[in-house]
């Protein structure tokens, strides 16, 4: 059963932005913090943004000051606005709780930067 799914991924030249959305199933997105991850080739999946229900956000280092992460408790998503994007933001980018539960791994939304 599908309960997380990404979308809006795409290909983009260095400095350009993406808008990445994900719909979560009521169950899951009323009481848990949400949060983007991303897997670069070879790389390990880390955690870019995370959202609570109340609307705190919190960033890695490495995308603060160009990504915004935002929620609609009305419509169930959650959304990563990214900006300024940098070839190394090249990843396969899944929304999850936070922290992260194994079963609501979805196939994510692939994001590639290059001219």
């Known amino acids: 059963q599908v309960q997380l799914v990404e979308s809006g991924g795409g290909l983009v030249q260095p400095g350009g932005s993406l808008r990445l959305s994900c719909a979560a199933s009521t169950s899951i997105f009323r009481v848990n913090t949400m949060g983007w991850y991303r897997q670069a080739p070879g790389k390990e999946r880390e955690m870019v943004a995370a959202?609570?229900?109340?609307?705190?956000?919190s960033y890695a280092d490495s995308v603060l000051g160009r990504f915004t992460i935002s929620r609609d408790n009305a419509k169930n998503t959650v959304n990563l606005q990214m900006n300024s994007l940098k070839p190394e933001d090249t990843a396969v980018y899944y929304c999850n709780t936070k922290p992260f539960l194994r079963i609501y791994w979805g196939r994510g939304t692939l994001v590639t930067v290059s001219s």
């Open positions: 959202i609570e229900r109340g609307g705190s956000t």
